[in-house]
């Protein structure tokens, strides 16, 4: 019989988005072995794919995310074919550093090129047998809807705390969208059974796009050891509720045996969603949170992600970081550098930040000449007329301080709006005095720890920038940037952000 827990979802895919299927029931063992031997040995049918357990007790780690940690461009030679690297700046390629070094990790997710249908075949195997990635082919009709429509226009907003209050916001839901949603999860956990020892392995999902994929799991493989984590924020009842497929969401989530948040703000508003809308309460001891459903008890963690130190320390030692720092710091020398780095997005704040800078200038003439911003805007990663607005009202706030402030040797904004290298990146946190932080509502904002970090620096770095050993940083940073200090790194904390 098939389990409430999850049966809601198959009813979804309807209409123009495929049927989900789940092939033949998985071989079951005995509890308890009776006979001597290897389970593969004793058992009279053939193994087939992933369904068959594993002799060698080796643990693995599947970590699914929406874009799998690699970058990929055309090859230059005349053979056109696709060539791929690791994606140094992905946070699901940071986190397997964290696990030990015996756990094998294989990724599944999609890739932000669009291959071919004659090209997938060869260039999942090349991924598979080289990255130990699994790609998820999503057709481009179904992707748009998917990505550009259910999750930007409708998730991500509302996990911001944005209501669709206009068609301009969200617009009416639209259940195409909602069906794209789920159309893709199935294709995503596809990926997953192909690869998975649902005995043995891990499954680890992340973040909003994929928060159906664990009904999907948990219908095929009901031990499956499964886990969630979600990298926005979740937000209260009060906004969850707008949305119209709010119980088939919570209900998927719970499917999981893990559900990680960034704070505890976040896992406070899920446990009063999942009270108020499913009737579920839960307990509360000696730091542990744990909600009963159906008969399986989903643990709810505290998890804050952090940054790889050791990997920004190495990239600090590079020579190209080293280079870097030397053009920068004799492009801006006797300037006070000020710097932000954001996505291209509606919550970041770009705007008060550029404001805030209009503001110092006219209200304080002595800073001219003396302060420069250097914005960093990532590329967006949706589209839409909000994206295009803030596009817009960005380049118009540059131009327009540029045009009043500036001089000849001296602007005061410097917007970068083209992707950076990692060391690239690295260099200007080396050498600004502060950084400014002032988005609106965020999950976890890891700029401000990698700055701090970078700003420690090293021998090289130093000699660069002039800076004696027994100098103290704060004292190169001058009055102006130890003022900043102290409000900006307060900003760590999400929970402090509408603070300011």
């Known amino acids: 019989m098939v389990s409430r827990s999850y049966s809601n979802l198959l009813d979804l895919a309807s209409g123009d988005a495929p049927i989900p299927s789940f092939g033949r029931e998985r071989k079951r063992f005995p509890r308890v072995a009776t006979v001597a031997g290897i389970l593969s040995d004793l058992d009279d049918e053939k193994s087939v794919g992933s369904d068959a ?4 007790s080796l643990e693995r780690m599947i970590i ?64 598979l047998e080289t990255f130990k990635c699994v790609p998820a082919f999503i057709p481009p009709d179904i992707f748009t809807k998917f990505y550009h429509g259910f999750c930007k226009q409708h998730l991500w907003p509302l996990f911001h705390y944005m209501l669709p209050l206009s068609p301009d916001l969200g617009g009416r839901f639209d259940r195409s969208l909602w069906q794209a949603y789920v159309s893709v999860n199935k294709i995503f956990a596809d990926k997953v059974m192909e690869v998975i020892n649902p005995d043995d392995d891990y499954v680890w999902v992340h973040d909003y796009h994929l928060m159906v994929l664990p009904s999907f799991l948990r219908k095929r493989f009901n031990r499956v050891k499964l886990g969630f984590f979600l990298h926005s924020p979740f937000p209260s009842s009060e906004i969850y509720r707008t949305l119209p497929v709010r119980d088939e969401l919570l209900r998927a989530l ?18 009063s969603c999942c009270s108020r809308m499913l009737g579920l309460s839960y307990q509360s001891k ?10 399986r008890t989903v643990s709810i963690k505290i998890l804050p992600v952090g940054i790889h130190i050791c990997q920004l ?55 001219r000449g003396e302060v420069v911003l250097v ?5 967006a990663r949706g589209r839409g007329r909000d994206v295009q607005e803030v596009q817009s009202e960005t380049k118009a706030a540059v131009r327009r301080i540029n045009e009043t402030f500036g001089s000849p040797g001296y602007t005061p904004v410097v917007l970068i709006d083209r992707p950076l290298q990692f060391y690239e990146r690295i260099a200007y946190y080396a050498i600004a005095e502060c950084c400014l932080v002032t988005a609106v509502r965020d999950g976890m904002n890891l700029i401000p720890y990698e700055y ?32 900043w200090m102290l409000p900006i790194t307060e900003r760590c904390n999400p929970s402090k952000s509408m603070e300011y």
């Open 375 to 379: 914005q960093i805007a990532n590329p």
């Open 452 to 483: 701090i970090i970078c700003r420690q620096g090293n021998e090289k770095l130093d000699e660069t920038l002039g800076i004696t050993p027994s100098a103290p940083k704060k004292e190169h940073a001058g009055s102006f940037g130890v003022y």
């Open 286 to 295: 000696r730091g542990y949170i744990g909600l009963e459903y159906f008969g």
């Open 254 to 271: 719970l499917n999981s045996d893990l559900i990680g948040f960034h704070t505890f703000d976040y896992a406070r508003h899920f446990l």
């Open 53 to 56: 357990p594993s002799s060698v």
């Open 313 to 367: 320390q190495s990239v600090l030692n590079l020579p190209e970081t080293e280079s870097k720092v030397a053009e920068l710091h004799d492009q801006f020398r006797g300037q006070t550098v000020m710097l932000g780095v954001d996505d291209m997005d509606i919550f970041k704040g770009i705007s008060l930040k550029l404001l805030a800078m209009e503001q110092l200038l006219t209200q304080h003439p002595n800073k």
């Open 64 to 127: 699914v995310g929406n874009q799998l940690p690699l970058r990929a461009h055309r090859s230059p030679d005349s053979s056109g074919g696709w060539c791929f690297s690791w994606d140094e700046d992905s946070l699901l390629l940071q986190l397997k550093d964290g696990l030990r070094e015996d756990v094998e990790v294989i990724y599944v997710g999609s890739l932000k090129e669009e291959i071919e249908p004659s090209e997938q075949d060869d260039v999942a195997q090349t991924l």
